[in-house]
Nanobody
Framework: QVHLVESGGGLVQAGGSLRLSCAAS????????MGWFRQAPGKKREFVTI????????DYADSVKGRFTASRDNAKDTMYLQMNSLKPEDTATYYC?????????????????WGQGAQVTVSS
């Protein structure tokens, strides 16, 4: 069983930056692809980014491309999301997720393990 814990959320003004971390425990996730998703109140959970198992390939949603950077440190079983130039529409609960199949999927139902979420609020 894999346990994921996000940290680093908070309140920031538009144009500011935040860095989220996702620490895994219970089992190494170095063979899994890892993703970030977000969900705003009243909206569906949406894809943000996915990092393949060795970090050599990263895919981003168009809405965050050029502003967000995802990375991972397999030695620490940790994934990161650096968020710059934040906008009010980035306000959401951000979840990290792990896919043991390393499918490269953008769909949340393909991810087996999930964190509890970290709140990010961007004020205008």
């Amino acid at each position: 069983q894999v346990h994921l814990v996000e940290s680093g959320g908070g309140l920031v003004q538009a144009g500011g930056s935040l860095r989220l971390s996702c620490a895994a425990s219970g089992r190494t996730v170095s063979y899994y692809s890892m993703g970030w998703f977000r969900q705003a109140p009243g909206k569906k959970r949406e894809f943000v980014t996915i990092v393949n198992r060795n970090g050599s390939s990263v895919d981003y949603a168009d809405s965050v491309k050029g502003r967000f950077t995802a990375s991972r440190d397999n030695a620490k079983d940790t994934m990161y999301l650096q968020m710059n130039s934040l906008k009010p529409e980035d306000t959401a609960t951000y979840y990290c997720a792990a896919d043991p199949q390393d499918s490269g999927s953008r769909f949340p139902w393909d991810y087996k393990y999930w964190g509890q979420g970290a709140q990010v609020t961007v004020s205008s």
